[in-house]
Structure formats: structure tokens, C-alpha cells
């Protein structure tokens, strides 16, 4: 029986990690093909008119950036962008925060265009 429980709680803290990290994750893949798309689709627009598409793909996908996030800037053949996603791994348990030192959040970084 204390085999199960000790399964039940592993399993637990990995499902209580997925469920916080798992939409950070997957806001950044959301964000990274908008970043793809920015440097291939959108590189002869001028910067006004990309500024507006991005906002709105980022509301409508209800994604909050911060300037460090999400960053666009003019190349020489039309935009380069840089995601950064940053994702707290801590976990809540019995009013206790458990982190594990050293891995306090994840961050995942993209860079399209040059």
C-alpha cells in the first residue's frame, strides 16, 4: 500500500507541474510561430502594420507579454525577433512552496531572423 501511495505522489507533483507549466509552454510555441511568421510573411510591411498584427494574434490567443518577451526589431531584410519564455517551477504543497534549487523557472528562447 505505501508503494501506491509513494506512486500517487509522484504522479501528483508531475501532473501539478504540467498543469503550471504546460500553458506557459504552449503560449511560447504560439509565440514562436507568430515570430516565424513576422520574419517570413509579414518582412515587407512597415513596422506600424506588424506591431498591429501581432497585438492582435496575441489578444486573440489572450497570450501577456512583457517587452522582454516577445521583441521585434528592423533588419536588413525585414524583421528579426526574439521570444523569451520564462516558466516558474515551483509547486505548492500543504501551504509549503517546493522548489527545486537551481531550477527555480524554466526559460525558453527563440530568435528568428537575422
Do not use: C
Amino acid at each position: 500500500m505505501s508503494k501506491l501511495m509513494i506512486i500517487g505522489g509522484i504522479l501528483g507533483l508531475f501532473l501539478t507541474f504540467l498543469g503550471r507549466a504546460g500553458p506557459g509552454i504552449y503560449d511560447y510555441y504560439l509565440m514562436k510561430d507568430l515570430a516565424d511568421r513576422v520574419v517570413l510573411d509579414y518582412a515587407g510591411l512597415p513596422m506600424k502594420e506588424v506591431l498591429r498584427r501581432i497585438e492582435f494574434e496575441l489578444d486573440r490567443s489572450n497570450i501577456k507579454t512583457t517587452p522582454e518577451t516577445f521583441q521585434i526589431r528592423e533588419a536588413k531584410r525585414g524583421y528579426q525577433v526574439l521570444v523569451t519564455q520564462r516558466i516558474p517551477l515551483s509547486v505548492e504543497v500543504g501551504g509549503r512552496t517546493l522548489v527545486w534549487k537551481g531550477h527555480e523557472e524554466m526559460v525558453l528562447h527563440y530568435e528568428a531572423g537575422k
